[in-house]
């Protein structure tokens, strides 16, 4: 199902695709679904398997959308491919902290760190 309006922006930095939130809050559950469907559409696409999502503009997100964060990891280290995030602003970072997901996941403090953390292809 095509959503009317994205709710990511997607683009390439190298060999990287970089995903970065359309809304501030990113917390029903329609708008959830459809950024799911979009990241697998985004990542099952891309020629690369490295993915990077900024946070940048975020100020809530749900525990479904953490879920959706569990699955596209998944779906990336299926294909061999890293996942990072960044800039997430302290609230959210609290809850990754909480829920102990900052073990999962690689977070940087910004884009620019985590696009030279991956490895040159």
């Known amino acids: ?24 809050d990113v917390l029903d559950d329609v708008a959830i679904r459809q950024i ?7 990542i099952e696409a891309a020629k690369t398997v490295h993915v990077l999502i900024c946070f940048r503009g ?12 569990i699955t596209v990891n998944s779906l990336v280290k299926k294909r061999s491919g ?27 403090d910004t884009s620019e760190q985590a696009l030279a953390a991956f490895p040159k292809s």
């Open 1 to 24: 199902m095509a959503s009317e309006t994205p709710r990511l922006r997607c683009s390439s930095q190298g060999s990287v695709l970089v995903v970065e939130f359309a809304d501030r």
């Open 36 to 42: 799911n469907s979009e990241l697998v559409r985004q």
């Open 58 to 69: 975020v100020e809530h997100l749900s525990s479904a959308a953490l879920g959706t964060l």
């Open 82 to 108: 890293q996942l990072r995030l960044s800039n997430i602003k302290g609230t959210i970072l609290e809850v990754f902290r909480i829920t102990k997901l900052d073990r999962l996941f690689q977070i940087h």
